[in-house]
């Protein structure tokens, strides 16, 4: 790794700490940062979920209290994060490179989607309520969670959508559980990852170490900036990234 490369990984995870903690959507910068650091993309997507994994326990942790609140939901539905974000995984390192490659940025542009869309997103949380549907959810849970461990940018709105329908809890105990499951899928991924050899250990040391700076910055600066600002800007880089990724 050049310094120039290091200082280009480093500054996209500082801004994508900043973005998470205030809009989400860091993905969209890491990832695309890792590709044009020269990294393949398999690679890229591996490391890329390693340098996350430390964010995700610290806010796991930040949501202990109302994790107590929904011990029973999350026991239930953590098997299919699990099972879903290893099997995603092994997907990803099983397949041909080639068919990750060719998918790479319709996966982004749908994040990108995702991300355009979390306002609708949280207008349909706040008016629609069905009650508990615990088959439905671990169904949704399972394919988010391969979605995640093939991929993962934005499976945190999805899953914040899928139980803000399907689940009565609040909306911060729904962010809870999105948060420890994202937890999960994206451990268990990390995990086989590094098994598997395919993670770049210095790059991915590097990333988390300024993701986390970045989600301290994020969190003083997130009453001062306006979150459409910082999420239309990942937006931006992500359908950047899809389209340069198109054209090579």
Not at 156 to 179: D, R, T, W, Y
């Given at each position: 790794?050049?310094?120039?490369?290091?200082?280009?990984?480093?500054?996209?995870?500082?801004?994508?700490?900043?973005?998470?903690?205030?809009?989400?959507?860091?993905?969209?910068?890491?990832?695309?940062?890792?590709?044009?650091a020269?990294?393949?993309?398999?690679?890229?997507?591996?490391?890329?979920?390693?340098?996350?994994?430390?964010?995700q326990?610290?806010s796991?942790?930040?949501?202990?209290?109302?994790?107590?609140?929904?011990?029973?939901?999350?026991?239930?539905?953590?098997?299919?994060s699990?099972?879903?974000?290893?099997?995603?995984?092994?997907?990803?390192?099983?397949?041909?490179?080639?068919?990750?490659?060719?998918?790479?940025?319709?996966?982004?542009?749908?994040?990108?989607?995702?991300?355009?869309?979390?306002?609708?997103?949280?207008?349909?949380?706040?008016?629609?309520?069905?009650?508990?549907?615990?088959?439905?959810?671990?169904?949704?849970?399972?394919?988010?969670?391969?979605?995640?461990?093939?991929?993962?940018?934005?499976?945190?709105?999805?899953?914040?959508?899928?139980?803000?329908i399907?689940?009565?809890?609040?909306?911060?105990?729904?962010?809870?559980?999105?948060?420890?499951?994202?937890?999960?899928?994206?451990?268990?991924?990390?995990?086989?990852?590094?098994?598997?050899?395919?993670?770049?250990?210095?790059?991915?040391?590097?990333?988390?170490?300024?993701?986390?700076?970045?989600?301290?910055?994020?969190?003083?600066?997130?009453?001062?900036?306006?979150?459409?600002?910082?999420?239309?800007?990942?937006?931006?880089?992500?359908?950047y990234?899809?389209?340069?990724?198109?054209?090579?």
């Amino acid at each position: 790794m050049t310094i120039t490369q290091a200082v280009l990984l480093a500054g996209a995870a500082v801004l994508a700490g900043i973005v998470n903690a205030i809009a989400g959507g860091g993905t969209l910068l890491t990832f695309p940062a890792l590709l044009a650091a020269g990294i393949p993309a398999v690679t890229a997507n591996a490391t890329n979920t390693v340098a996350l994994f430390p964010g995700q326990m610290a806010s796991s942790w930040a949501y202990r209290s109302h994790l107590a609140d929904e011990r029973r939901r999350a026991l239930v539905l953590a098997v299919p994060s699990l099972a879903g974000g290893l099997l995603g995984s092994i997907l990803l390192m099983k397949l041909p490179p080639a068919v990750f490659e060719r998918a790479v940025p319709w996966l982004i542009i749908f994040a990108c989607a995702v991300l355009a869309l979390q306002g609708q997103l949280k207008q349909l949380l706040s008016g629609v309520r069905h009650g508990d549907h615990p088959a439905v959810l671990w169904l949704i849970q399972l394919l988010v969670g391969v979605y995640g461990g093939y991929f993962g940018a934005g499976i945190g709105i999805i899953m914040l959508a899928a139980m803000g329908i399907f689940l009565p809890s609040s909306i911060q105990h729904a962010n809870a559980l999105k948060v420890l499951f994202s937890l999960l899928i994206n451990g268990i991924a990390a995990f086989y990852f590094m098994f598997a050899g395919a993670v770049l250990p210095v790059e991915a040391t590097l990333m988390a170490i300024a993701s986390i700076v970045g989600g301290f910055i994020g969190a003083a600066l997130a009453k001062r900036l306006p979150p459409a600002g910082m999420r239309g800007f990942s937006i931006l880089v992500g359908l950047y990234a899809a389209v340069r990724i198109m054209l090579r």
